[in-house]
């Protein structure tokens, strides 16, 4: 039979787990409008991982777009060192820099080609489990409705609105800001994304389509407050090496966004999956925030069958591989952060002490359930930043 499954967010995660569970014949509600931004696209780089979850979704076509440029691999000077990560030898081919709002907007009309209900415009006003489903209340500025569901999907984002709602919480790792400047350049040179430490944070840059680069300084919000954001983006932008190489940004239009990085706590429940940020936000180094929700979206999807909306079995099976995705992510931030020198200043210093403290942060339930009642509980040392 086929399940009623609804879901709070139209980003990516939201997007990809719709369509593909439509497709599977499940009656799908997505909530929420398409995810614009009027400061634009943060640039987000797209790695060959992400291809085959892509491709098992059946919509890979959508890089074809010619918004999106192909990057043959990412060319970084961390620390002093330089060091050049070529993508020519990857299964998936090329990576891509992403324009983010053709992107969506694509994944968007996916799971509106293939019948997913989409609501804009309407707001989650109440949740209460009945027997074993959902009713969930929306109202509008105009109406209300009712939706009966078997199973509740947050992918609203960090913000985590629907997990929060049901009792979860978001325990933040590291609390950073992203200032974005957005200039033109000539189409030509190099795509490699770009990534260098600064004395106080890192960038990345990205040469895109259309004439168009982004340069982004990922940074404390405390280096930021009260300042003049523009000013101190060509500041610091004057005062790198490599991001330089992209050209001299004239009329750069400069915003900042939210870059913590969280783990929610728990995943899950009885009749409700948290995938993409909403789940976990990575830190921008790793670069890998949309294939984790492409990859959310393809287990969440194989999970939910006739005989339930998650059995207790696959829903231990899909934490286990959070948990390894989990410490892989760890591993990368100690590399990134934990093997630096202790002459780099206050900022490094502290992520580096931080780095040797996230072997900690273990979310219960990642490594394999322990019994079924606790699997999903909260005991870990973790601490907020
Ligand atoms: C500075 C920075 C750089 C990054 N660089 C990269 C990169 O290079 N490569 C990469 O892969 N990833 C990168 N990421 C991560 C990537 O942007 C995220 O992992 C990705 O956007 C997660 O997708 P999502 O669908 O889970 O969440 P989102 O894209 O945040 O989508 C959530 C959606 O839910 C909606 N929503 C929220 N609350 C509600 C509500 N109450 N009702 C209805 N709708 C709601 C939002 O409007 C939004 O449309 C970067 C992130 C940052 C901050």
């Given at each position: 039979?086929?399940?009623?499954?609804?879901?709070?967010?139209?980003?990516?995660?939201?997007?990809?787990?719709?369509?593909?569970?439509?497709?599977?014949?499940?009656?799908?509600?997505?909530?929420?409008?398409?995810?614009?931004?009027a400061r634009g696209s943060?640039g987000?780089?797209?790695?060959?991982?992400?291809?085959?979850?892509?491709?098992?979704?059946?919509?890979?076509?959508?890089?074809?777009?010619?918004?999106?440029?192909?990057?043959?691999?990412?060319?970084?000077?961390?620390?002093?060192?330089?060091?050049?990560?070529?993508?020519?030898?990857?299964?998936?081919?090329?990576?891509?820099?992403?324009?983010?709002?053709?992107?969506?907007?694509?994944?968007?009309?996916?799971?509106?080609?293939?019948?997913?209900?989409?609501?804009?415009?309407?707001?989650?006003?109440?949740?209460?489990?009945?027997?074993?489903?959902?009713?969930?209340?929306?109202?509008?500025?105009?109406?209300?409705?009712?939706?009966?569901?078997?199973?509740?999907?947050?992918?609203?984002?960090?913000?985590?609105?629907?997990?929060?709602?049901?009792?979860?919480?978001?325990?933040?790792?590291?609390?950073?800001?992203?200032v974005a400047g957005r200039y033109r350049g000539e189409d030509?040179?190099?795509?490699?994304?770009?990534?260098?430490?600064?004395?106080?944070?890192?960038?990345?840059a990205?040469r895109q389509?259309q004439h168009r680069r982004i340069a982004v300084y990922?940074?404390?919000?405390?280096?930021?407050?009260?300042?003049d954001r523009t000013a101190l983006w060509y500041s610091k932008h004057s005062?790198?090496?490599?991001v330089r190489?992209l050209g001299p940004p004239e009329d750069a239009t400069v915003a900042?966004?939210?870059?913590?990085?969280?783990?929610?706590?728990?995943?899950?429940?009885?009749?409700?999956?948290?995938?993409?940020?909403?789940?976990?936000?990575?830190?921008?180094?790793?670069?890998?925030?949309?294939?984790?929700?492409?990859?959310?979206?393809?287990?969440?999807?194989?999970?939910?069958?006739?005989?339930?909306?998650?059995?207790?079995?696959?829903?231990?099976?899909?934490?286990?591989?959070?948990?390894?995705?989990?410490?892989?992510?760890?591993?990368?931030?100690?590399?990134?952060?934990?093997?630096?020198?202790?002459?780099?200043?206050?900022?490094?210093?502290?992520?580096?002490?931080?780095?040797?403290?996230?072997?900690?942060?273990?979310?219960?339930?990642?490594?394999?359930?322990?019994?079924?009642?606790?699997?999903?509980?909260?005991?870990?040392?973790?601490?907020?930043?």
């Open positions: 039979m086929a399940k009623r499954v609804l879901i709070l967010g139209s980003g990516v995660a939201g997007n990809a787990l719709a369509g593909s569970l439509r497709r599977r014949g499940h009656d799908v509600y997505l909530i929420g409008p398409m995810r614009t931004d943060i987000e780089h797209l790695a060959p991982e992400a291809l085959p979850l892509l491709q098992a979704l059946g919509v890979e076509d959508l890089l074809q777009d010619r918004t999106h440029l192909r990057s043959p691999g990412v060319v970084s000077l961390w620390q002093g060192r330089m060091a050049t990560k070529d993508y020519s030898f990857s299964l998936g081919g090329d990576g891509y820099n992403l324009d983010r709002t053709v992107f969506d907007t694509h994944l968007r009309l996916f799971a509106d080609q293939v019948g997913v209900r989409l609501l804009d415009g309407v707001s989650l006003t109440a949740i209460r489990r009945a027997a074993s489903s959902w009713i969930v209340e929306l109202g509008s500025k105009r109406s209300s409705m009712r939706i009966e569901a078997d199973l509740l999907v947050d992918a609203s984002g960090r913000s985590a609105t629907l997990a929060r709602h049901l009792g979860a919480r978001r325990r933040f790792l590291d609390n950073l800001i992203a030509r040179g190099n795509a490699r994304l770009i990534v260098e430490s600064a004395g106080e944070g890192w960038w990345y990205a389509t990922i940074t404390e919000p405390d280096g930021v407050a009260g300042s005062e790198t090496e490599l190489t900042a966004w939210d870059a913590r990085s969280m783990v929610l706590l728990p995943q899950g429940g009885a009749g409700w999956i948290s995938i993409g940020d909403a789940a976990m936000a990575f830190d921008p180094l790793s670069a890998a925030g949309i294939t984790k929700a492409l990859a959310d979206a393809c287990a969440v999807a194989s999970l939910v069958s006739d005989r339930g909306p998650i059995e207790s079995e696959g829903l231990g099976r899909l934490l286990v591989d959070r948990g390894r995705r989990w410490r892989a992510y760890i591993a990368g931030l100690q590399a990134s952060y934990g093997g630096l020198a202790s002459d780099q200043g206050q900022w490094w210093a502290k992520r580096r002490r931080w780095a040797t403290e996230l072997d900690s942060v273990e979310p219960a339930g990642f490594s394999g359930p322990a019994d079924g009642g606790n699997a999903l509980a909260d005991t870990s040392g973790a601490r907020s930043h």
